[in-house]
């Protein structure tokens, strides 16, 4: 397969440069189809969408990239800096930009973000223009802050037809590290095995529910725009799915260490 599902290369159109040309905010020579709608032009920032996680890792391998662990995503997204640190310096020691997943870019635009330090502290540090930047203990609800999801702060809900927004939408809700559609438009992947955390113990409806899949799926965090703000807003709630699954709203972001 060379696009993801329901979205088809046809020929271009006349007069045309190209069949990857834009035209009037469309990608020239793609179509999408969302449930029994007609084929109708691609946009030019739609997210990436209905990709299986091989497909997503796959696509990482090629751009000399990688998908973020579960950890990182969550710093992305919930985390914040000690008051005072980091503000502004944007010389992070990771990079991290939108491979069609939630939001164009992980950092906003390709800002660097800090890179997650892997050892047993229940909040990574993170290394920021050759220092350690130390993140606060004290995560957010959600990527904005503390205030209830809106439809202006999040894509949840199926509030819009068919759903997704370009992936540039929303400014006014990004993490504490400029990190848009954290929640909501499509869920993405990540690298992490579907495990419970360390002192976990399973309880009614829990055993039957998800623990007969640990070890076997993918994490996916922060929601689609089919999924209620009740749950899929808070940043911290992991969902898990087959990894060959592409029939979900699902996409992804990419990760890279520098």
Not at 143 to 156: Q, S, Y
Not at 165 to 191: H, I, K
Not at 201 to 225: H, I, L, Q, T
Request: charge should be neutral; charged fraction near 25%; proline fraction near 9%.
């Amino acid at each position: 397969r060379v696009a993801p599902r329901y979205w088809r290369r046809v020929a271009a159109a006349a007069g045309s440069a190209s069949a990857s040309s834009v035209v009037d905010g469309a990608l020239d020579g793609w179509v999408t189809r969302c449930f029994d709608d007609d084929a109708a032009p691609l946009a030019r920032h739609a997210p990436v969408v209905h990709v299986s996680w091989y497909e997503a890792n796959a696509y990482c391998r090629w751009a000399g990239r990688r998908l973020p662990t579960e950890a990182e995503w969550e710093v992305a997204a919930i985390a914040q800096p000690v008051e005072g640190e980091g503000e502004g310096d944007g010389e992070g020691k990771a990079e991290a930009e939108g491979g069609g997943g939630g939001g164009g870019a992980l950092g906003g635009g390709g800002r660097r973000l800090p890179r997650v330090e892997r050892h047993a502290e229940p909040w990574p540090r993170a290394a920021a223009g050759g220092e350690l930047l130390r993140l606060s203990p004290a995560k957010r609800t959600f990527p904005w802050g503390e205030a209830p999801p809106t439809p202006e702060r999040a894509n949840l809900d199926g509030l819009r037809p068919c759903g997704y927004l370009p992936v540039d939408a929303m400014p006014g809700a990004d993490s504490a590290f400029g990190c848009r559609q954290m929640v909501g438009n499509v869920w993405e992947w990540t690298a992490t095995a579907f495990y419970p955390f360390p002192g976990f113990v399973p309880d009614f409806p829990y055993r039957e529910n998800s623990a007969p899949w640990f070890g076997y799926r993918k994490v996916v965090k922060g929601g689609s725009w089919a999924t209620s703000a009740l749950v899929g807003a808070r940043g911290g709630y992991r969902n898990h799915f087959w990894p060959n699954m592409d029939e979900t709203f699902t996409g992804f972001r990419t990760a890279r260490d520098l």
